[in-house]
């Protein structure tokens, strides 16, 4: 039996190559961040808001309720963690959301998607989730991408870690690990190899 998988989004930096919250930027009549809970195959989502959450609470009202108690939206329950030291960068968002995970669900995997990086389309990610190793990262053209699939005996590891560290990162954390912890999938969908970090990317990204 496949086991149950969270899908946590990192939306903590501070935008400042687009020029706005990632997560806030219109698609498809909504925000880029409730288009990628909907596009979730799963039923449990963690978002992980820093510099802008305010921003965020503004515009989405919910998230504001979601840091108390899951809010239920597309069928998902929707949790909402503020990284308190968002200037320590993405890892230190991520660490922030597996605290408060490892506090009330302990053995989960979970799916780690930074904001700019579209979830790609749902045949493709059952490939990931349905893959249980360690670690499972996608892969396109030999190239890997997001999000990347953590099981809880190596996530828990991480919370270990000091974010001042410079090994607090997880690409270095995961290149620590044994060959046979890591599972390379194959996928036929490069949004995964994407990064929507400016204005120009994002135009492209929606008028294609």
């Known amino acids: 039996m496949k086991s149950k998988t969270t899908l946590i989004i990192l939306a903590g930096g501070k935008s400042s190559r687009m020029g706005f919250p990632k997560g806030l930027l219109k698609h498809s009549s909504t925000y880029w961040v409730l288009s990628q809970i909907k596009n979730y195959t799963e039923q449990e989502v963690y978002i992980g808001l820093g510099f802008d959450y305010q921003y965020y609470f503004e515009a989405i009202p919910w998230l504001k309720k979601a ?3 899951p809010q239920m939206f597309e069928q998902k329950k929707v949790n909402v963690v503020i990284n308190q030291t968002p200037e320590f960068g993405l890892f230190s ?5 597996l605290k408060v995970l490892n506090s009330t669900e302990t053995n989960k995997n979970i799916l780690a998607l930074p904001i700019d990086v579209p979830l790609l389309e749902s045949s493709e990610l059952e490939k990931i989730l349905s893959k249980e190793n360690q670690i499972v990262i996608p892969i396109y053209n030999n190239k890997k991408g997001h999000p990347v699939k953590l099981a809880s005996t190596f996530w ?3 919370l270990k870690l000091n974010v001042t560290d410079k090994k607090a990162r997880l690409d270095l954390q995961i290149k620590k690990r044994n060959a046979s912890e890591i599972t390379f999938i194959e996928t036929n969908d490069a949004s995964i190899l994407k990064n929507l970090n400016t204005p120009k990317e994002w135009q492209e990204f929606t008028t294609t």
């Open 67 to 69: 840091v108390e108690s």
């Open 93 to 97: 968002t991520l660490q922030a959301v």
């Open 156 to 158: 828990k590891s991480l």
